[in-house]
């Protein structure tokens, strides 16, 4: 399963924010932030060159605000989705906000960083769906969790913390999981591991016990088990 880095620019002219932007981890969540511009006029020249796939926007800047860029700016880009975020959260700033083409409305200081990343796969899952007219809306959440599962399979890892991050529920969560790869959340586990396992204890000289611990598996038992009826020998035999 293949995901393409969404492009995310940014208004504001809270430089600070600007700064704090560029330096998200924007790859984890398969973006990558494109440019920035601290007032609207700036922006629309910017937002031509770069067609960035979102724009977080501010209302309150200097020369033109986020309102009267918005005018201009999502007739010329229909595909790009607008996300105001600013410290004004009034519902008539959200009212005309929306009916000028923006998709969200987020107040400054909402989100933390894990948030903000959750949102973003919301929205990436949500375009693509329109895009795709399919029913692939948590594509990219399921590509995350593959993702972190990559990384952090030798740990103790389990699909709660997944889809407490996600914002979703562990049965959703696990049954979109399912559909994207056909396997469930701890047999995928325990494929990752297996595969670890039979590595170190082919081509290193660690012991059974050891193997066990670099995987994530502390009882050394339940790691015999669990290879054998995965690869039907013993760890012993293996080696």
Request: charged share 25%.
């Given at each position: ?23 998200f ?81 987020i ?6 960083d ?44 389990s ?66 088990t669990?290879?054998?009826k ?10």
């Amino acid at each position: 399963m293949e995901t393409m880095n969404k492009k995310v620019m940014w208004i504001d002219d809270d430089v600070p924010i600007i700064e704090a932007m560029k330096n998200f981890p924007w790859e984890k969540y398969y973006c990558q932030f494109v440019g920035s511009a601290t007032n609207g006029k700036d922006a629309v020249s910017l937002l031509d060159a770069l067609e960035p796939d979102f724009v977080f926007l501010d209302i309150t800047m200097p020369i033109m605000d986020g309102l009267e860029f918005l005018k201009i700016a999502k007739p010329r880009h229909p595909d790009t989705d607008f996300i105001i975020y600013s410290a004004f959260c009034e519902f008539e700033y959200a009212r005309e906000a929306i009916r000028l083409g923006a998709k969200d409305y987020i107040a400054k200081g909402e989100l933390t960083d894990e948030e903000l990343g959750s949102y973003l796969l919301k929205m990436m899952g949500r375009k693509e769906s329109r895009e795709e007219e399919t029913a692939g809306t948590y594509r990219y959440e399921v590509q995350y969790v593959i993702d972190e599962l990559g990384k952090h399979f030798t740990e103790q890892v389990s699909m709660d913390q997944y889809a407490n991050v996600l914002g979703l529920s562990v049965n959703y969560l696990g049954s979109l999981f399912f559909k994207e790869t056909g396997m469930h959340f701890k047999d995928y586990l325990t494929k990752l591991r297996m595969e670890r396992a039979n590595q170190l204890l082919r081509f290193t000289p660690l012991k059974v016990f050891e193997v066990a611990e670099q995987v994530g598996i502390p009882n050394v038992q339940y790691f015999i088990t669990l290879f054998t009826k995965y690869y039907g020998v013993t760890p012993g035999q293996v080696k």
